[in-house]
């Protein structure tokens, strides 16, 4: 089992930044795939960045490419997701995922473990 608590939510302008950690507990984080998805009101679960195990390769949804960055600290068990340039449309619960695979993956389905999520909100 893989226990995973997001943080650093909250209120921001558009065009501020903020920086989401997910601590993971349990199991050896090390072997996992961390990726990060979002939930708007009235809207489907989607994912947002993943970061490959395997090959350290990072993936980003097509909304979110250039403004956000995913990366993780094996020795502190944590993935961050600094997110700058944000826009009212980035207003949504985020949530940390792991799947035990060194493979990233893009949908919702493909992550075995969630954590509870962070509100963050974008004021226009």
């Known amino acids: 089992q893989v226990q995973l608590v997001e943080s650093g939510g909250g209120l921001v302008q558009a065009g501020g930044s903020l920086r989401l950690s997910c601590a993971a507990s349990g199991r050896t984080f090390s072997s996992y795939t961390m990726g990060w998805f979002r939930q708007a009101p009235g809207k489907e679960r989607e994912f947002v960045a993943a970061l490959s195990r395997s090959t350290g390769k990072t993936f980003y949804a097509d909304s979110v490419k250039g403004r956000f960055t995913i990366s993780r600290d094996t020795a502190k068990d944590t993935v961050c997701l600094q997110m700058n340039s944000l826009k009212p449309e980035d207003t949504a619960v985020y949530y940390c995922?792991?799947?035990?695979?060194?493979?990233?993956?893009?949908?919702?389905?493909?992550?075995?473990?969630w954590g509870r999520g962070t509100q963050v909100t974008v004021s226009s």
């Open positions: 995922a792991a799947r035990p695979s060194i493979v990233a993956a893009t949908t919702v389905n493909e992550y075995n473990y």
